[in-house]
């Protein structure tokens, strides 16, 4: 490429050549056909980037940066110690600590240590008949007499009428 094409190629390819100086890089493009040929090439070129340049507005619409925060927001899942901090979960959490406040306060002050059921439990059932005590020294005559105690509890026989073996 000759001298007068390199030094206003960058102008020429722009189109921001001045008219006279324009008019010369078309006179030697006419008659010199290897710079006519690599500026044909670089025009081409510059035609293609061009088409693949940015629009001149490249900044987002109105609201987007608003939209994305919302959805941002959306989609962040909520930990599992916030829902400690709703107001209507606070709310049933007082009353039902109120409730059993109430219920065990209740029980504490309707039950006196005199009061509970004796007849109900197996050591004052047990104690209240005449029954063989098992020995300690022979462990099958010791499974008798239980068996002998417990069935004379079930049926409500007398001791005395249920035969323990002495083995």
Known sequence: ???????????????????????????????????RDEVGGMVEQVQLLRTL??????????????????????????????????PAFGRRLMYASLALFVLLSYSVFQTTPGSLDMEGNPMTIMAGYDLPSASGNDPHHDREVVL????????????????????
């Open 1 to 35: 490429m000759h001298q007068p094409i390199e030094d206003g190629l960058e102008d020429f390819l722009s189109g921001k050549v001045e008219s006279d100086r324009y008019q010369g890089l078309e006179r030697h493009l006419a008659v010199c056909t290897a710079c």
């Open 53 to 86: 340049r940015a629009p001149e507005q490249a900044e987002p619409a109105a609201g987007f940066y608003a939209r994305v925060m919302e959805r941002i927001e959306a989609q962040s899942g909520n930990s599992f110690w916030s829902i400690f901090l709703e």
């Open 148 to 167: 002998v105690n417990l069935a004379t509890y079930s049926t409500g026989a007398t001791a005395s009428a249920l035969p323990v073996s002495s083995d």
